[in-house]
């Protein structure tokens, strides 16, 4: 009987790699299978009621998606914070975002940006999206179908707006789209945000000195200091300020570093009810820690404000921390143990107003002597 002979250089058996329900390669031993499938079977008939809801709230297609929000946008509030099915997560998002609409009116704009256009931002793009989501299954091949649409969503957007150009931080908001929808979709969205479809434009985080996000990070260090008075006082001591911790949540809105799951959700409520639910879940987080942080010295306070708790990472936690800030027509008022009725809308409205002030206001002179 003839011996096989060894190639050195074969590869061995290709041992499948263990991913998670979103498509992320699992680092670690996760629950066994059994408690895997107990879970899902628990969770099953719940989950199928939900998407039956949804289904009938948002129509074929999205069809009837307006009439719904306009006859109940209590209900869709509700459901939306509730999270929405990962099924119909993709559409839902075009629908609140506006995006399905500008891609209506659009036709064939995309592809002439793709096709057509270069861009200046090119090697940039190429050079960073490597970066991007690198452990998940649809970023991970070189050149691979994702990194692919990737680059041409971010090379369409830095021709169409070419005074925002690409941001390294974009990648990231745009990987997350794609995860959900096509390129062409994912393009209209990335659009509808940076361009304010819906609410407040994005494309200030991007510019040049990123001048949004300076000002969202002027009134998130005066919304701690007002909320949280001894965690305030306790970073002002150690030197600590937002842009050491918070700038890639305004960026990112949370998608960069935080578990994915949690991410969605705010997603979800952040497409709905606008940039409002960083502040509201910036603040919870660090609620949340409070008692912890107003013990740490500098260098173990940033690593904690850059590595939170699991625990403080469930959005089963977090978010109801974050929604208990009550709306009203007039103003929002945290109940998170805070002052009760601290006016939230109006005083980021008045902490704009004072960044525009003092980003304007000139330099003084030196005083003679």
């Known amino acids: 009987m003839e011996s096989k002979v060894v190639d050195e250089n074969e590869e ?21 299978e059994g408690l895997a499938r107990s879970r899902s079977a628990f969770e099953y008939q719940r989950d199928e009621r939900r998407i039956r809801k949804w289904r009938k709230m948002i129509g074929v297609g999205g069809s009837d998606w307006k009439q719904y929000v306009r006859r109940k946008p209590h209900v869709v509030k509700r459901r939306i ?37 270069t861009s200046a931002s ?56 794609l995860l959900y929808m096509s390129e062409e979709d994912a393009f209209w ?15 200030g985080m991007y510019l040049v000195g990123l001048p949004l996000v300076q000002q969202y990070l002027f009134q998130f260090d005066h919304l701690v200091k007002e909320h949280m008075p001894k965690l305030g006082e306790h970073f ?38 606008g940039v409002k639910v960083v502040f509201k879940v910036g603040l919870a987080l660090l609620k949340y820690c409070h008692d912890d942080l107003v013990k740490l010295p500098f260098e173990k306070l940033i690593h904690a404000l850059r590595n939170f708790p699991e625990d403080a990472m469930n959005p089963d936690i977090l978010l109801p921390m974050a929604f208990s800030i009550k709306a009203s027509p007039l103003s929002l008022s945290l109940s998170l143990s805070l002052p009760p009725s601290f006016p939230v809308s109006k005083n980021l409205v008045e902490l704009k107003q004072e960044y525009e002030q003092q980003r304007l206001k000139p330099p003084e002179s030196p005083v003679k002597q």
């Open 12 to 32: 061995g058996p290709v041992v499948p790699m263990r991913v998670d329900r979103f498509g992320f390669v699992k680092q670690e031993h996760g629950p066994t």
């Open 81 to 117: 914070r509730k999270g929405i099915p990962d099924c119909l997560r993709g559409l839902v998002w075009q629908l609140i975002s506006g995006s399905r609409d500008l891609l209506l009116l659009n036709p064939g704009v995309y592809e002439q940006l793709v096709i057509y256009e």
């Open 122 to 177: 090119e090697l940039d793009i190429i050079r960073d999206i490597s970066r991007t989501f690198p452990s998940h299954v649809f970023f991970q091949q070189r050149h691979g179908p994702g990194q692919r649409s990737l680059y041409n969503v971010l090379k369409a957007y830095s021709v169409f707006d070419r005074d925002v150009g690409y941001v390294q931080g974009m990648g990231f908001v745009a990987g997350l789209l």
């Open 189 to 203: 969205l990335l659009v509808a945000l940076l361009k304010g479809a819906v609410h407040t434009p994005m494309e």
């Open 236 to 273: 002002a001591q150690e030197m600590i300020n937002p842009s050491m911790y918070a700038s890639q949540w305004f960026i990112t809105v949370f998608s960069y570093s935080f578990p994915f799951h949690l991410a969605l959700r705010i997603w979800d409520v952040f497409l709905f009810e």
